[in-house]
């Protein structure tokens, strides 16, 4: 079983990226992400409808942390404090020491590898600073984006699930990608 302290938050960063704590002045920027359709489009929850929804994200994600049942960080450039994704680890069943990695990232920054880079050091602080047993990551299987990204950063296919997911008026596919501890290669 892994203990869950995130106190004081953990800020790092690697090559390209620093990861923060959410601040209340990222509101417009949850908001850019949570309002895109095609950001959200293999992500099934509701669409931002206006600033109230976005910060409704930060408050929740805040109190995810301070209950220890998760962990998201705000990424940014490493010269700009100015939001372009959210990474963090969520669902997290300690007494199997897993826990399910998820990412979101502004359009204007996709294909530009910053999930890929993201990825490592989550994993790293996953692994060695809380001692998870594994990460699994939940995607869309039409989201071949996500795949690639989870193929270059070690995980593997674990399974996809038929229409186990009632979302939008019509029931979805899941596919499970996996990296367990003994298998994760640090760089």
């Known amino acids: 079983m892994i203990q869950l302290e995130f106190s004081p938050f953990p800020v790092l960063q690697y090559g390209r990226l620093n990861f923060r704590a959410f601040e209340d002045s990222d509101v417009h920027e949850v908001f850019n992400m949570r309002s895109n359709p095609e950001v959200m489009k293999y992500i099934p929850r509701p669409l931002t409808k206006n600033l109230d929804d976005a910060m409704y994200v930060i408050k929740t994600i805040q109190e995810t942390i ?10 940014t450039l490493k010269d700009d404090p100015k939001m372009i994704g ?83 008026g019509r029931f979805l596919d899941t596919v499970i990608y996996s990296l367990l501890k003994r298998n994760y290669i640090k760089e």
Do not use: C
């Open 66 to 75: 301070e209950k220890k049942e998760g962990i998201n960080w705000v990424m």
């Open 86 to 168: 959210i990474i963090g680890i969520y669902r997290i069943k300690p007494t199997n020491a897993r826990g399910e990695l998820g990412y979101i990232l502004l359009p204007e920054y996709h294909n530009m590898g910053y999930i890929t880079e993201a990825i490592k050091p989550i994993l790293n602080y996953a692994f060695h600073d809380i001692g998870f047993h594994s990460l699994e990551a939940v995607i869309d299987p039409s989201n071949i984006a996500s795949e690639r990204v989870l193929q270059k950063n070690g995980f593997v296919k674990e399974a996809h699930i038929l229409e186990n997911e009632f979302w939008d």
